[in-house]
């Protein structure tokens, strides 16, 4: 698989259906239909992915230049981000703080390098914008994702 770009992204729609798409696919097992359904009706509405695109930046990542074929994964990274269980920042760096708070690539693609290459940018990405601390939340259960962050050099906590 040629990962090609990761692009900056306001088209709520696509982003809403690969999100609801992935959701599913990663944590539909862990709910009964009825709340799986409720859930995504309830958290990845067209009106609250365009207010995320208005505080995050998402990119969406494809894998050839054809704008026409769907992307593959994205990333939502959240400026300004302290969270409660992070000591205080530095006096200065209260605003270096983000989060890496979605970050999903859709089945297909696992294993093939993509989420390597999606993580590779969004650090790139978040050093360029001039992050101190990255912060991120994992379900305890999802053991993929969470090798994946180890392995990216991502320190996990039980908190």
């Not at 609801?20 to 995504?40: I, M, V």
């Not at 209260?94 to 993509?114: C, K, M, N, P, S």
């Not at 790139?124 to 990255?134: E, N, S």
Request: include cysteine.
């Amino acid at each position: 698989m040629k990962l090609v770009r990761a692009i900056p992204q306001t088209d709520e729609r696509t982003v809403s259906d690969l999100a609801k798409r992935t959701f599913a696919a990663t944590f539909g097992h862990l709910y009964q239909p009825e709340d799986l359904q409720h859930h995504l009706d309830t958290k990845y509405t067209l009106e609250e992915t365009n207010r995320q695109l208005q505080d995050e930046e998402t990119y969406l990542l494809y894998t050839t230049d054809d704008a026409s074929r769907p992307p593959i994964g994205f990333c939502q990274l959240r400026p300004h981000a302290p969270h409660s269980l992070l000591p205080p920042a530095e006096p200065g760096c209260e605003d270096a703080d983000w989060e890496l708070h979605r970050f999903y690539i859709t089945v297909e693609a696992q294993g093939t390098g993509a989420g390597k290459f999606m993580m590779d940018f969004a650090m790139q990405r978040l050093r360029d914008a001039g992050a101190r601390r990255v912060w991120l939340s994992v379900f305890s259960g999802n053991i993929r994702a969470r090798n994946f962050y180890e392995k990216a050099g991502i320190q996990l906590s039980s908190s």
